[in-house]
């Protein structure tokens, strides 16, 4: 529940930007939320897929508290030691070489957009600067991104948008190839389970084939691994299962642990590309999130290997129940959706009536994306509202 009082505020002083739920946390412990009357909610989301820790983690708390009393910030005119440190371990964990920091999933896409289209400008001239994006997609909220996105809702109210951007129907390679022969594409951008679209995985045939053309053609592919990465889907990066290499990489939501951090990696074709002057951002990399950062790595390498576990988990407890208004389950890891018969908005809403938090994706699925440190005891006590929320409607 939330107060009356907190709503009023919220009302009187902030944009009416979001249809907030009917909850108001005051703390959190683990994968379990409080709210302001101190009851007690299991967490299913990590807000959305960033408390990837969980929440008030001992070891994420200390190293954020020791660096906070260190040194927070200072500019990226300079050197400091959280950042390199950070960005080694990213490029050994992922095999790529390189990193740009950036604060949050729509700003490392935009990196990724300049970082592609230099490439092609470098290279092939001015006009080979379009970027493909599949349908469902989400890449942020930004102009660019929204160009980005291929869901028609998301690019309307605020013409002109970037241009240079198509969209391409996921799973058909005959239509990427229709789109490639035109001769002005520089990168492909994709996520492999896309999240804010329905968790809809790619097949890996098709992503192996988007791979193949893309270094063919001499075009970058871009994986946007905001909501995939850092473990969520059991892999440091999602991309790791399917065998690619791609050119760059984003990542956000779940690196530091509940900090504002994003970033993009690069491998050979891309790090060469970006020069000073070309690209930047005050916050990007600074001392306090990537120490937070560096601990949430921490805390995550002994579980990573659990993170399977725990999603089979989820999927034998739900097969076995059979709840009436669940249609089927997908996704991989902690980043699972489950179609439901009906708006997916009602079951959210009566879960968290019932001491739940649970997400939305897309028209029909309710996204599940606890912290990957859920304990096997919250887990069962979450499941056991979900199941009576999917049988009681
Ligand atoms: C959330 C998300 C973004 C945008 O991230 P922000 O931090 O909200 O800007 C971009 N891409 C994907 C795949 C996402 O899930």
Redesign the pocket.
Known sequence: MVTAELKQRYEDYILPTYARFDAGFARGEGATLYDEAGRAYIDFASG?GVNSVGHAHPQWVKAVSEQAAALAHVSNLYYTGPGAALAERLCKLSGLEKVFFAN????A?EGVIKCVRKYSWDKFGKERYTILTLYDS????TISTLSATGQDVFHRHFHPFTEGFRHIPAGNVSALERELVKGDVCAVMI?LIQ??GGVLPLGANYVEEIAALCAENDILLCV?E??TGIGRTGTWFAFQQYGICPDIVSF??GIGGGLPM?GFLTGPRASGVLTPGTHATTFGGTPLCAAAALATLDILEPVLGDVNRKGRRIRAALDKAAPKALKGVRGTGLMLGLSVEGPPRGYAEQALEKGLVVLTAGKDALRLMPPLTISDAELKQGLNILIEVLNTQ
């Open positions: 959305i949050s999933g729509a700003e896409n989400f890449h942020g909220r996520e999240g804010e946007d905001v909501q956000a939501k994003g």
